[in-house]
């Protein structure tokens, strides 16, 4: 089981940028499709950036062109850039990862939030 500890949140002005940062281990990282999942407060957690072992990407539409998901296979760590930030990106993200060898295994992140407020 693939161990994930996230870091970087915080609390930042609209139109601010930040930056997380996911280090995974515990596991062969590049048998994982490793992701960004948020949670705000009364919604159900929702899909933000993908990416595979290869750099494949995929983006919720809410966050294309503002947000950039990259991974560092030699250090076992998922980034995720955040730009031009919106109040509504406010929300605890998680970090996920995904198992592209066995189906349906998947470990989560504890956590961090991500306040935008001015």
């Known amino acids: 089981q693939v161990q994930l500890v996230e870091s970087g949140g915080g609390l930042v002005q609209p139109g601010g940028s930040l930056r997380l940062s996911c280090a995974a281990s515990g596991t062969i990282f590049r048998r994982y499709v490793m992701g960004w999942y948020r949670e705000a407060p009364g919604k159900q957690r929702e899909l933000v950036a993908t990416i595979t072992h290869g750099g494949t990407t995929n983006y919720a539409d809410s966050v294309k062109g503002r947000f950039t998901i990259s991974r560092d296979n030699a250090k076992n760590t998922v980034y995720l850039q955040m730009n031009s930030l919106k109040r509504e990106d406010t929300a605890v993200y998680y970090c996920?990862?995904?198992?592209?060898?066995?189906?349906?295994?998947?470990?989560w992140g504890q956590g961090t939030q991500v306040t935008i407020s001015s």
């Open positions: 996920n990862a995904e198992s592209t060898v066995v189906a349906g295994l998947q470990s």
